[in-house]
């Protein structure tokens, strides 16, 4: 799909958007002017039971303690999700060779993503915004790098002039 002019173009470098939820991830690939799904990673079905790893302890006729290990697993989910993330992403960057990443998760899995990749592939990442996006159009990810990108230059230009005046106002 073409990008919207007023959105950034990636005219001179390769960009992967990697947008993530709890259990499905899509990949995007932003260059030219155009921005492409090249991947995707989709929820697999994975059945509870109604009590799994729930217990009690009892004694004389009362429940002295009761626990569940849900939690335990919940987490060991997330690390299988994002280590699946994590392997997808390397082999992606192998075949494109991005320069850049941006990073969309939710504030609860951004760290089990980051923490997955690969060193020089965190050296890539420019963005990490937290939110669930995943069925959220790639044109919204894009509004979301214009807004950063905004936000870190500079309200004005440095000239020359304008440096020197700063200077003997600092002085």
């Known amino acids: 799909m073409k990008i919207k002019q007023e959105l950034p173009q990636f005219e001179d ?31 697999e079905e994975f059945k509870y039971s109604d009590n799994e790893g729930y217990f009690e302890t009892r004694a004389m006729g009362k429940v002295v303690g009761s626990g569940s290990v849900r939690e335990r697993m919940k987490n060991y989910l997330i690390q299988q999700f994002s280590d699946k993330l994590a392997d997808k992403t390397l082999s992606l960057d192998k075949e494109n060779k991005f320069d850049e990443i941006y990073l969309f998760s939710p504030d609860y899995m951004k760290n089990w993503v980051r923490e997955n990749l690969s060193p020089q ?51």
């Open 13 to 43: 470098k390769k960009a992967l958007l990697i947008v993530s939820g709890k259990k499905e991830a899509k990949f995007y690939l932003a260059n030219a002017g155009e921005v492409k799904k090249i991947d995707q990673l989709l929820p």
């Open 121 to 171: 592939l965190i050296k890539k990442i420019v963005l990490q915004s937290e939110g669930n996006y995943v069925q959220n159009p790639p044109f919204d990810l894009l509004e979301k790098i214009k807004k950063y990108e905004e936000e870190k230059r500079p309200a004005v230009p440095h000239t020359k002039e304008v440096d020197k005046l700063m200077k003997k106002k600092l002085k």
